[in-house]
């Protein structure tokens, strides 16, 4: 008996990995694009950060692109959405049409008044929970600054739930030239806001170093 008293342990562990669910393997992200100021300008850059998403992302994971807008918490700032195909053929055509999308918007793309952020993130929150995926990213392309449209309500805390959040080409406005800590002070919001929320953050300014952008 005392022989197999080893056995006990060892089999009760593989009873609870065997109960517990998998994590899905797939991933889902959602890009929010800032369409203010200077922003209407660099399209090719985000169109650069699209094509780079399209070429890593597999069958099965699924990606959306919407505007920062005057109010985002909204399905109608969405520019493209789609989960990929398990057939490798029906995923390329998806990667295909969901590109085109991308580049339509970007031929009549108008700058909009306000930017608010919270709402597109919210928006965000609410897609990637619907996918069901295992790994979850909202990539922010964006200054950062957040100027809300007179009775829309934003000083709330945001439920992250794991979500990674990655903030892309965060452009330097002028006023940060005079004091620099502005700059600073935006980053440090977000990434407090994100972090108490259970999110993740982190700033990506070379867009020629995105290798690491889905880690």
């Known amino acids: 008996m005392k022989r197999l008293s080893w056995l006990f342990p060892v089999l009760l562990a593989a009873l609870i990995a065997a109960c517990s669910e998998s994590k899905p393997q797939t991933r889902a992200v959602y890009m929010l694009l800032d369409t203010s100021g200077t922003y209407t ?22 990606l959306a692109l919407a505007r920062i807008d005057s109010a985002s918490f909204s399905e109608k700032d969405i520019i493209a959405k789609v989960t990929f195909d398990l057939r490798p053929t029906k995923a390329n055509a998806e990667k295909r049409a969901f590109l085109d999308a991308v580049d339509q918007f970007a031929k009549k793309v108008k700058g909009s008044s306000y930017t608010d952020i919270t709402g597109g993130m919210l928006q965000a929150i609410e897609y990637l929970n619907e996918t069901g ?53 935006r980053l440090d919001a977000w990434s407090k806001r994100v972090e108490e929320g259970n999110g993740s953050w982190r700033v990506i300014n070379d867009l020629d170093r995105m290798g690491s952008l889905l880690d």
């Open 133 to 185: 995926a295992g790994t979850k990213y909202i990539l922010i392309f964006s200054d950062l600054k957040e100027e809300i449209k007179k009775g829309h309500i934003r000083d709330f805390p945001i439920t992250f739930g794991g979500v990674k959040v990655v903030a892309l080409n965060v452009t330097k406005l002028s006023s940060d030239n005079v004091d620099p800590r502005e700059y600073m002070k």
């Open 41 to 62: 300008k660099q399209m090719d850059k985000a169109q650069k950060i699209v094509k780079f998403l399209l070429g890593n992302l597999s069958s099965g994971d699924s």
